[in-house]
């Protein structure tokens, strides 16, 4: 990995994080709520992460990779946005596993169970994201895949 490439990666992964930020107070403090109110743990789980995955779609796509975006109205393409989707499914999907697992066979409740999941799927979120969700494709990536590394 060359030392420019290096350095965008940092760029982007700092990026990522502070974009991850928001998406993660959207989904805690709609999980906290949604629990609040009664809502069953793993479909809070759900819905709270779907709310954070959306500002994380139109966030990260404009402002962290930048790639997938039609020119006219800096939205998504729909190639990326369905990889994103599918990404985050999978995401979710692991997510939840790893919630239900520290809450069911662990005894750790709530939040705390809740800041151990967080933690891993970032790291797990930026991979995939870097590598597939936003990767260019095609002629109008300008780099060889080496060169991007």
Partial sequence: MSDLSRGRTLVQFVRFNLIGLLNTAIDVLGFALLTKLGVYYLLAQVL??????LN??????????????TAASHMPDI??????????AVVLGMSVLLLALLNEWLALEGLPAKAIVTVVSVGVNFYG???WVFARRGPEAGLSRREAD
Avoid: P, Q
């Avoid at 994380?56 to 975006?69: D, E, I, K, Q």
């Avoid at 190639?79 to 985050?88: G, H, P, Q």
């Fill in 79 to 88: 190639a990326t946005s369905i990889r994103f989707v599918v990404w985050n």
């Fill in 48 to 53: 709270a992460y779907g709310a954070g995955m």
């Fill in 56 to 69: 994380s779609l139109l966030l990260n796509s404009r402002f962290t990779f930048g790639a997938g975006r």
């Fill in 129 to 131: 994201s870097k590598r």
